[in-house]
């Protein structure tokens, strides 16, 4: 086993309007996600969780943005500046990171440290744009707007969140793949940026396999990796059940395979995280198992 891959714990529901996703990482490594990934030839090290205080047990803040723009937005600024450590740190000494999580707004950490010192793209597999602000979010769930942090879009260009924003990630090389759920002022955000986006319609028309590979020379070409953000609720809820906000209509299992045994093909991984699996809504650890699955595919996990 030469190649290593690095587990790093983000338990976090700060970003989510649902509890109970910050068990996710326990979840996920319950199925099984060590073994499986040294099934596939590749040696797997846990480096634990990071310490993330319960939300019951923050301290309030007098100077956190007021409700409905970017709900704990300081304690997601905590753990993501701890992740962005953990995976740079990672990749230095030579392994692979894999974060689960908890929410999607721990891919600002995850992207601000994989594009740390290094030109690195990205590739979104996710029902949902991740393309809010604190302006534009309805909700002001900070999982919906990590990869616009990620890349300094509107309210993020501002100097208060430079700790957000993945220096060496360029929107060129940003492909979401999949959407289906996007808020009007986010699909205009997207329309308006250079990212490549595929909703469920392009791969219902073109098929998965074009897509994908389509994403990856979008995201592989002229950098010097990609990161993998795979949100469970990509794939359709009647497949992967455990998850916030599910939305019908997406990519089946043998799709979501597919798509990660290409990405294990293009030998372009650089980090990855699984994100958004909630054991308080799955069923019998169902989409857990099928995170487990997904990653093991993605690290190069064959049937022959």
């Known amino acids: 086993m030469t190649r290593r891959v690095q ?3 983000a338990p976090t529901d700060y970003g989510a309007n649902r509890r109970g996703v910050d068990m996710g990482p326990s979840a996920i490594r319950y199925a099984g996600l060590a073994d499986e990934i040294e099934a596939a030839g590749v040696a797997c090290r846990d480096g634990g969780d990071l310490s993330v205080p319960r939300m019951e047990e ?3 803040d007098a100077e956190e943005p007021p409700a409905g723009t970017a709900r704990f937005l300081r304690e997601t600024r905590e753990v993501c ?9 990672s990749i230095d000494d030579g392994a692979t990171p894999l974060a689960l999580g908890g929410d999607h707004s721990i891919a600002i950490g995850s992207l601000a ?6 030109a690195v793209g990205a590739i979104w597999f996710d029902a949902h744009g991740d393309f809010n602000t604190p302006t534009t979010s309805p909700s002001g769930n900070v999982h919906g707007m990590p990869l616009a942090a990620a890349l300094g879009v509107g309210d993020f260009t501002a100097a208060e969140y430079g700790w ?3 220096q060496g990630l360029d929107p060129a090389h940003v492909a979401l793949v999949g959407l289906r759920s996007l808020d009007d002022d986010e699909r ?3 329309r308006d940026s250079a990212v490549t986006a595929y909703t469920m319609s392009d791969i219902d028309q073109r098929g998965i396999a074009t897509v994908v590979d389509d994403a990856l020379t979008v995201a592989a070409d002229g950098t010097d990796g990609i990161h993998v953000s795979l949100d469970l609720d990509w794939l359709d809820p009647t497949v992967a059940p455990g998850v916030g906000t599910p939305v019908r209509g997406g990519v089946t299992y043998r799709e979501a ?3 990660m045994e290409a990405v294990a093909r293009s030998g372009s991984l650089r980090s990855m995280e699984l994100v958004e699996v909630n054991p308080v809504l799955d069923e019998h650890n169902e989409t857990a198992a099928l995170a487990v699955e997904l990653a093991a595919s ?3 996990k064959r049937v022959l």
């Open 7 to 9: 587990l790093i714990g």
């Open 58 to 60: 923050r301290i309030p």
């Open 81 to 89: 500046t701890a992740l962005a450590d953990r995976v740079a740190g």
């Open 113 to 118: 440290g994989s594009a740390r010192d290094a």
């Open 164 to 166: 957000a924003r993945a």
């Open 188 to 190: 205009d955000a997207i």
């Open 257 to 259: 395979h597919l798509a």
């Open 298 to 300: 993605a690290f190069g």
